[in-house]
Structure formats: structure tokens, C-alpha cells
């Protein structure tokens, strides 16, 4: 299981949840190429270790364990996980 950013996220990217990750899993962050232009943040599935901190710290209540992502949002889930397929971070 890997955890899943939503629809929450887009427009606010708070980075209040890169800051707790143990992983650097959480892109893209304030000074990285590609933040300004980015409409949200999204956590890379084959990284994210499930610890949970992330969702405790987000202030807008946007990430979810996959298996728990309200059914509206669920597209997220391959949002996140092709943001990485296309080797736009890592």
C-alpha cells in the first residue's frame, strides 16, 4: 500500500507533509524545478513506506492510504503513480 495525494491538494500544495516524510517521497518541493507550475504535489508509490505522517500533517486533508481514497478520487491513485512513470522526479 502506498499513500495517494487528491483532489484537496490542487491549487493549495502545502508542503507541510514534505517536511515529515522520512522518505523524500513528496514532490514536487518549494525550490525544485517544476513546483510553481505543478497543480499539486503527489507522493512516489514505489518509495512511500506507509508511515502515515504525511497524512496526519497535511492541513488540507488531501492524502489517504490508496485502499482508502474516497471512490471520487480514486483516478488519483494513477495520478501519483504516473507523475513518476514519466520520470518527472527521481
Known amino acids: 500500500m502506498a499513500y495517494v495525494i487528491t483532489q484537496p491538494c490542487i491549487g493549495a500544495k502545502d508542503t507541510a507533509c514534505v517536511a515529515v516524510c522520512p522518505m523524500d517521497c513528496i514532490h514536487p518541493t518549494k525550490g525544485e524545478a517544476g513546483f510553481e507550475s505543478a497543480e499539486m504535489l503527489y507522493i512516489d508509490p514505489g518509495i512511500c513506506i506507509d508511515c502515515d505522517l504525511c497524512a496526519q500533517e497535511c492541513p488540507v486533508r488531501a492524502i489517504f ?19 513518476y512513470a514519466k520520470g518527472e522526479k527521481i
Open 65 to 83: 492510504p490508496d485502499a482508502d481514497v474516497p471512490p471520487e478520487w480514486r483516478h488519483f491513485i494513477e495520478k501519483n503513480a504516473a507523475h
